[in-house]
């Protein structure tokens, strides 16, 4: 009886014991959680007040052809970081003039006039995905020295379906928005689709790539816009720390002597993972509900340089090939294929992009290939002239 007694007079104590050493344990552990969140903060705050700010766009986007197009001083005007896709547009820009083009943006990266919220109920919303083409590039064309000279209705095909949709159809609410960004490849339109579609809910997905697509970098982007769920958190605290960012840069500075001989520059998207990646968001959007029509890369001629012509037809050869498989509308305008070459000069700026008449023309093709495929949602259907 008396070890008993004993026993059961200790473990009251015994208990009390154990909860006071949880309780230290605890309270050590929040401690240290404490000070290591005071270092890390004191430590961004200095290297905010004491050193240059690292753009995190100079850090992501690594080729040297990439950042040609968007990361050098002169091109990264309207462009930012993006910890998945590498960069995207600024927001909220105001009639900006970049490259001899003039383009607003909205607070969600994309070039509109207005917000993309939520789709209101009885909508219409197709989504233009796609590159520099769908954007707009230089469309309208202005002189940075003139920035307000120029005309108010040469529009991006997006803009132009939009209007033309709208005035046929009084009292219906119809949104095309421009998802797309100069330099995307197919591999960035997927990554950005499956990111995105939830939220814009599209009734329509019309998609083009192409000629990034077929340009050639030091590195492929499933090497250089890698989307494995680590990589883009890492690259999440480059664009929101940066004390982050200059480690970064430091070590990449140390690492950089130690580079072996130049890598040979490839397609940045292969022809078979090219396929793959517009078989993959056709794919995406039809298991979304919406319909698909894809549209083929303009190229003006053979003659400019041969080599890249060649990619660009068996590009699309190939393309034109598995969307008939699958069954999903392709269209293919003629005048601004090679084919049609010299006399689609007309609508062409330059060799890749088409000029403010090559996007009426595409507005007026899509608008044709509505109601041939099935595509007008009860829609009136404008007839346009290029």
């Known amino acids: 009886m008396k070890n008993t007694t004993t026993i059961s007079e200790e473990r009251p104590a015994q208990l009390a014991k154990r909860v006071i050493s949880t309780r230290r344990k605890i309270a050590y552990t ?3 959680y404490l000070c290591l969140i005071a270092v890390l903060a004191s430590l961004e705050a200095g290297t905010r007040l004491f050193l240059k700010p690292v753009s995190s766009l100079e850090l992501f986007v ?16 309207i462009f930012e970081g993006d910890p998945l896709l590498l960069w995207r547009l600024r927001p909220n820009l105001d009639h900006a ?48 020295d003139k920035p307000d000279d120029y005309n108010r209705e040469w529009l991006p095909f997006p803009m132009l379906l939009e209007k033309q949709l709208r005035g046929a159809n009084a009292g219906r609410t ?10 995307y490849t197919s591999h960035q339109g997927l990554a950005w689709l499956r990111r995105d579609i939830d939220a ?4 329509l997905l019309i998609v083009s790539f192409g000629w990034n697509d077929v340009s050639f970098s030091d590195a492929p982007d499933r090497e250089a816009i890698r989307t494995d769920w680590y990589v883009v958190a890492t690259r999440w605290l480059i664009d929101h720390s940066q004390a982050f960012a200059h480690a970064t840069r430091w070590l990449r500075a140390r690492s950089s002597s130690t580079q072996g001989p130049a890598p040979r520059p490839v397609p940045r998207v292969s022809d ?52 008939q498989q699958d069954h ?23 060799l890749i992009h088409p000029n403010h008449m090559g996007h009426r023309l595409i507005a007026s093709e899509l608008l044709k290939s509505f109601p041939r495929y099935g595509l007008q949602e009860g829609l009136s259907i404008p007839q346009m002239t290029p």
């Open 174 to 183: 119809i949104e095309a928005i421009t998802m797309a960004v100069p330099g």
């Open 62 to 77: 690594n080729t040297p052809q990439q950042k040609l197009q968007v990361a050098n001083e002169k091109q990264s005007t």
């Open 200 to 203: 814009l809910q599209p009734d």
């Open 97 to 144: 003039v970049w490259d001899f083009t003039v383009l607003s943006t909205n607070a969600q990266h994309y070039r509109s006039d207005y917000p993309i919220g939520r789709k209101a109920p009885g909508a219409i919303r197709i989504v233009c995905l796609g590159d520099s083409v769908t954007f707009g590039y230089r469309v309208p064309v202005v002189w940075p």
């Open 328 to 350: 999903v509308p392709f269209l293919v305008i003629l005048e601004l294929t090679e084919a049609a070459h010299p006399s689609n000069e007309g609508w062409f700026g330059e």
């Open 30 to 32: 929040l401690v240290l």
């Open 272 to 323: 078979t993972e090219f396929v793959s990646n517009m078989r993959s968001i056709t794919s995406l959007a039809r298991g979304h509900g919406a319909k698909v029509l894809v549209m083929a890369a303009p190229y003006r001629d053979l003659q400019t340089n041969p080599p890249e012509a060649r990619l660009m037809t068996h590009y699309r050869d190939s393309l034109r090939t598995a969307m």
